[in-house]
């Protein structure tokens, strides 16, 4: 409460103008609050939504890996919401009575009041992934489609199949079932991982390409009838061979270079590649199987031990990614979540294993999910 007293003669108003001007002053000190509000919230949702789809990732593959039920929860909504509010008033009182006061003067005290109120109160909507969504986006096969394109887009082929691929042309990749123990684990045929080498090799000379066969359609609605993969004629030796070897591993027409692309365990002839995607579920479990688990834990039967890698053509395979464990939080981490006492993470230092991560984020994208209009399950309007 701001009080001023003052006198003046009667029939001036020249002394209280000042004071009735402050009202009017501090309705026009204050602009509008919504530009400010746009990059500063916009980053800070943004940061927020991204370190916690990390987060559930992450809990996520340890929780496979543990033998629990994954659960995904999709940030809908952020609707933000803002209110300012100000009030001014003033009171006054005056003696006209002049008791106690000089000759014709009038005192009195004005008092004004201001006061201002701002509310910060995001709404934001919670859908969980579950039944024909769940069914459609975890268990779904990712479309061959799909993988080219992103080969086609530079993501390293060796990676790519590795990760998204069962078998081509009947060779089969590393298995994992449900069990995440060592005797759950199939090792990948020996002839898989070294396509995947003389692939990335032919990717890097970029003698390798994706054409689409559209049946109707143009632009980002059309509708893809058939791929080919194409090889490129190279002028190096080298990448000559490896198309031969990658020709001979796949049984393909070595006097071909286009080849057509079907989802399916086995071609019809020698001119097609016949590929087996894995849905993401799939994906997470080889993942989760290669997760760095506590000795107690093994020791307690709480989980099974992490099975070894398989033998490829210059020793054991490493994993994808590297997720450990450790009983205090690690102090540089990209990602770190806690589970059973423990704090599992994967470190910040670890370029591949974050690359890796962030893809396997990615593929998501990459599968038919159904309708978008679903009806928000949980919605919390949090006020601070």
């Known amino acids: ?131 024909e969504r769940f069914a459609r986006s975890i268990m779904g096969s990712i479309p061959p489609q799909s993988i080219l394109n992103v080969l086609q887009a530079g993501f390293p082929a060796d990676i790519v199949f590795r990760l998204a691929v069962q078998s081509i042309n009947g060779i089969d990749n590393r298995r994992v079932a449900g069990g995440m123990s060592r005797e759950h684990v199939r090792p990948a045929n020996p002839e898989f991982y070294v396509l995947l080498e003389q692939l990335s090799r032919i990717q890097n000379s970029g003698d390798i390409g994706v054409r689409a066969n559209v049946a109707t359609g143009t632009g980002a609605g059309a509708k893809v009838d058939s791929l080919t993969l194409l090889f490129r004629r190279s002028h190096s030796a080298a990448v000559r061979q490896a198309v031969r070897n990658v020709t001979n591993i796949l049984n393909l027409d070595p006097e071909t270079k286009e080849f057509k692309v079907v989802f399916g365990a086995v071609p019809t002839n020698n001119k097609e590649i016949a590929m087996v995607t894995r849905s993401i579920f799939e994906v997470l479990l080889d993942i989760a199987s290669t997760i760095t688990v506590p000795e107690t834990h093994v020791t307690e039967h709480r989980v099974g031990s992490t099975p070894e890698g398989d033998l490829g053509l210059h020793g054991t395979i490493a994993p994808l990614i590297r997720i450990t464990s450790s009983n205090e939080r690690p102090s540089d981490s990209f990602v770190a979540i806690p589970f059973h006492g423990h704090w599992f993470s994967i470190d910040d230092r670890d370029p591949a294993s974050k690359n890796l991560f962030s893809f396997i984020l990615l593929l998501f994208t990459f599968v038919e999910t159904g309708s978008k209009d679903i009806v928000p399950v949980l919605s919390i309007p949090t006020t601070r």
């Open 1 to 131: 409460m701001l009080e001023r007293r003052f006198n003046f003669r009667l029939g001036s108003t020249r002394s209280i103008r000042p004071l009735l001007l402050l009202p009017l002053l501090f309705l026009t000190a204050c602009p509008s609050m919504g530009p400010d509000t746009v990059s500063r919230d916009r980053f800070d949702y943004a940061g927020a939504v991204g370190e916690s789809w990390k987060s559930q990732m992450l809990l996520n593959l340890v929780k496979i890996r543990y033998g629990d039920i994954p659960v995904f929860m999709d940030v809908g909504q952020v609707v933000a919401g803002y209110s300012l509010q100000r009030t001014v008033s003033a009171t006054g009182s005056f003696n006209t009575f002049n008791q106690g006061a000089p000759f014709q003067a009038i005192t009195g005290a004005l008092g004004p009041t201001a006061s201002v109120t701002y509310n910060d109160s995001p709404t934001i909507t919670y859908t969980p992934l579950s039944g």
